[in-house]
């Protein structure tokens, strides 16, 4: 039977629970307590159905322990690139469909399947198939990333950098104590004495070569001073080489800052580092001589270079002097005021072409205010009066032009040629072009007192 209690926040719990019931157990491992907890076989039980769900998968390594018994085999995986290794369990009826027996240090493939064991809480990893890796599968796995990466662009010549005319510094990857080390910083030394090397002595194969060479990689081209890096190993068969073929090498060369120069094995060998590296070096030797010049030719070049500057300047001096010499013997520096002369010429005759034209202007111009002066003056009103007319004007300044406009007594004011008079009308008198009565005469007295000067003035204008 099962007694139930309340907990303070009113959930309920299990007190206690008889044997062989579960209809009280947590149904989840997160829904576990203290309180609440799972019999140990129950979690045991859940890892098992777990782990059984999960499929099998094809892994590669190395085999590095191997102990066959009578039905059953054990040995240990390593990763081919980093120090992870695991237990497996093989049947003698997975080992005995191998066409050649399985040794130490194979490279295979194996299908594995995780099994976990309830009585002993035991996880062990279960080979359901094995298969040797050939040299042709390497190869073909290999031509299957070269054909990966390419396609990435990894490879493009357009992404490679030129390496450092000089370099200041040369960042060295290479084995510990190893032949290629000595190669190149030896025939770096002789090309260039003042070379300066920053090494790195990493494992250059078995599985600790990638992340040991990837973590110098990393390390060198965070140094400033390093301006090219060498990566460098000496040759070796297929399955030594294949580190400088993994995909996470390849990646992290391609990635670097600094310009690098791959040396791997012989001229023959050519790991995918090699493609997608700044630079492809045949031997570490050839490194050497491809990263740094050869101090005896560089100053053979100086020499050469010198004597061609000599030359040229000889030559040039000989051609500018002689320039100089055809340049003082024209006209022109051999007697240059013959120049001015020309040019003063030339103002004087200008000169006298402008005063001509100067006079010429101003006496047709001349001519010009005369004839206009005497067209003004025809029909000024002071010609007119010249002539003996007058102007008879009323008191208000209009101007008479008919006599019968005129009442007797009216004040008049009459402009001659030279000043004005003042008058009354008496009377108006025929004219003798109308034809008039000459009975109807009538006398006009006028009196002969001048206006004044300012107002026969203001009329004369």
């Known amino acids: 039977m099962t007694t139930e209690g309340t907990v303070?926040?009113?959930?309920?719990?299990a007190?206690?629970?008889?044997?062989?019931?579960?209809s009280t157990l947590p149904a989840t491992a997160g829904?576990?307590?203290?309180?609440?907890?799972?019999?140990?076989?129950?979690?045991?039980?859940?890892?098992?159905?777990?782990?059984?769900?999960?499929?099998?998968?094809?892994?590669?390594?190395?085999?590095?322990?191997?102990?066959?018994?009578?039905g059953l085999s054990f040995l240990?995986?390593?990763?081919?690139?980093?120090?992870?290794?695991?237990?497996?369990?093989?049947?003698?009826?997975?080992?005995?469909?191998?066409?050649?027996?399985?040794?130490?240090?194979?490279?295979?493939?194996?299908?594995?399947?995780?099994?976990?064991?309830?009585?002993?809480?035991?996880?062990?990893?279960?080979?359901?198939?094995?298969?040797?890796v050939g040299l042709g599968d390497l190869l073909a796995r290999i031509e299957r990333l070269r054909r990966l990466l390419s396609a990435e662009g990894l490879f493009s010549a357009q992404r490679k950098r030129r390496l450092p005319l000089l370099p200041h510094r040369i960042g060295l990857i290479t084995g510990r104590g190893s032949d290629a080390?000595?190669?190149?910083?030896?025939?770096?030394?002789l090309r260039w004495p003042a070379v300066d090397f920053e090494v790195r002595e990493v494992a250059v194969q078995g599985p600790g070569c990638v992340p040991q060479v990837t973590a110098a990689l990393a390390e060198l081209d965070a140094l400033a001073d390093v301006d090219v890096i060498i990566i460098a190993r000496g040759g070796g068969s297929l399955e030594d080489l294949l580190p400088?073929?993994?995909?996470?090498?390849?990646?992290a060369v391609a990635a670097a800052h600094t310009p690098v120069v791959s040396a791997i094995g012989h001229e023959a060998d050519r790991p995918l580092v090699d493609e997608v590296a700044d630079l492809r070096a045949s031997t570490p030797t050839d490194a050497a001589k491809r990263v740094v010049p050869d101090v005896a030719e560089e100053l053979n070049r100086i020499s050469q270079a010198r004597a061609a500057l000599t030359r040229s300047l000889g030559q040039l001096l000989a051609r500018e002097t002689e320039r100089l010499n055809q340049l003082r013997s024209r006209p022109?520096?051999?007697?240059?005021?013959?120049?001015?002369?020309?040019?003063?010429?030339?103002?004087?005759r200008l000169r006298n072409r402008a005063h001509l034209s100067v006079d010429s202007a101003v006496t047709r111009h001349a001519d010009g205010v005369r004839h206009l002066r005497a067209q003004v003056r025809a029909l000024s009103p002071q010609n007119t009066l010249d002539r003996g007319y007058a102007v008879v004007q009323r008191g208000d300044g209009s101007v008479v032009l008919e006599a019968a406009a005129?009442?007797?007594?009216?004040?008049?004011?009459?402009?001659?040629?030279?000043?004005?008079?003042?008058?009354?009308?008496?009377?108006?008198?025929?004219?003798?072009?109308?034809?008039?009565?000459?009975?109807?005469?009538?006398?006009?007295r006028s009196t002969a007192a001048p206006e004044s000067p300012e107002s026969s003035g203001k009329e004369n204008r």
Not at 183 to 189: G, H, P, T, W
């Open 8 to 13: 303070p926040n009113g959930s309920r719990t």
């Open 15 to 22: 007190a206690a629970v008889e044997p062989g019931t579960r």
């Open 31 to 70: 829904e576990t307590s203290a309180a609440t907890p799972w019999p140990l076989h129950v979690l045991s039980e859940k890892l098992k159905a777990h782990i059984e769900r999960a499929p099998a998968a094809w892994v590669e390594g190395q085999v590095i322990e191997f102990n066959r018994r009578n």
């Open 76 to 132: 240990t995986l390593r990763d081919v690139d980093t120090e992870v290794s695991l237990s497996v369990t093989v049947f003698s009826s997975v080992l005995d469909r191998l066409a050649l027996p399985l040794e130490q240090g194979t490279r295979v493939v194996a299908q594995l399947k995780a099994d976990f064991w309830v009585k002993t809480g035991r996880l062990s990893m279960q080979a359901r198939d094995i298969r040797p």
């Open 181 to 189: 080390m000595k190669d190149v910083m030896r025939n770096a030394a």
């Open 244 to 251: 400088f073929s993994s995909e996470e090498m390849v990646r």
């Open 332 to 348: 022109s520096l051999a007697r240059p005021e013959g120049m001015i002369d020309v040019r003063e010429a030339d103002v004087e």
């Open 406 to 444: 005129v009442p007797a007594g009216t004040d008049l004011s009459i402009k001659v040629a030279v000043g004005r008079m003042s008058a009354r009308a008496t009377g108006t008198l025929p004219d003798p072009t109308s034809g008039g009565s000459p009975g109807e005469a009538s006398s006009t």
